[in-house]
């Protein structure tokens, strides 16, 4: 299992991101970008977990037996972390207030989709495809929203906050066709199940890499 676990490519660029984010930390340790090191370690922790349970489903902290192999209840809270943060984030840097009210309302309408999606599926052993597609579309709305704000700012292309923005809207424009396609997917889909894991893999690198080329060619210190 350790083979695996180190081989495992999402685990080392989220591990390498948060090294750098760490090491870049003096650059924006009082701005609200602060909180980014904790949410990539809790991201890193929680894929550990997940992978560990897809390779043993004994391993399993929640669940045993019938539920053992299912690990769809730790990424919910993932996503309403991931989601929540990143939308707190592109509200409190944008200062139009027009911007923050469209960011607010995406905000509480994700809220309420997650709630829905929550009380109609079974959370232990269904993926919320809804809510997590509905939360991808308003963080590239908010994305979008940020960078046309700040577009023009002087050195914004040297922020971080630029390229997390770039990658996040490269990664949720990609996936959002790839998680609906998983949920067709079947153990007959060779050639899908095959596919998607690889782009979905690419959407990650190319995420997470915008994050690091970010971190590492940051100018001066960002703050609030």
């Known amino acids: 299992m350790l083979k695996e676990i180190l081989l495992y490519p999402p685990l080392q660029i989220y591990f390498v991101t948060l090294i750098i984010t760490i090491f870049r930390y003096p650059k924006y340790f009082d701005s609200k970008l602060k909180y980014l090191p904790v949410l990539l370690m809790y991201i890193f922790l929680t894929e550990l977990l997940g992978l560990i349970i897809n390779l043993d489903s004994s391993k399993n902290p929640f669940f045993n037996d019938l539920y053992s192999k ?3 209840i730790i990424f919910i809270v993932y996503d309403l972390m991931f989601f929540g943060y990143f939308f707190y984030l592109f509200w409190h840097f944008c200062c139009l207030q027009q911007n923050k009210k469209i960011i607010l309302i995406g905000s509480t309408t994700y809220a309420l989709t997650f709630l ?34 700040k577009i023009q700012t002087r050195f914004f292309k040297k922020n971080a906050l630029f390229w997390i923005s770039i990658g996040l809207l490269i990664f949720h424009i990609g996936f959002i066709p790839i998680n609906i396609l998983y949920s067709f997917s079947t ?10 894991p690889k782009f979905h893999l690419a959407l990650v690198f190319l995420m997470y890499g ?6 590492i060619q940051m100018k001066g210190k960002l703050k609030v």
């Open 70 to 72: 299912y690990n769809f």
């Open 116 to 149: 829905i999606n929550a009380m109609f599926t079974n959370i232990i052993i269904e993926p919320q495809l809804y809510s997590y597609n509905i939360g991808s579309l308003i963080i590239i709305l908010a994305a979008f929203i940020f960078l046309k704000e």
């Open 187 to 196: 153990m007959e889909t060779k050639t899908m199940n095959y596919i998607l």
């Open 210 to 215: 915008s994050f690091i080329y970010g971190f």
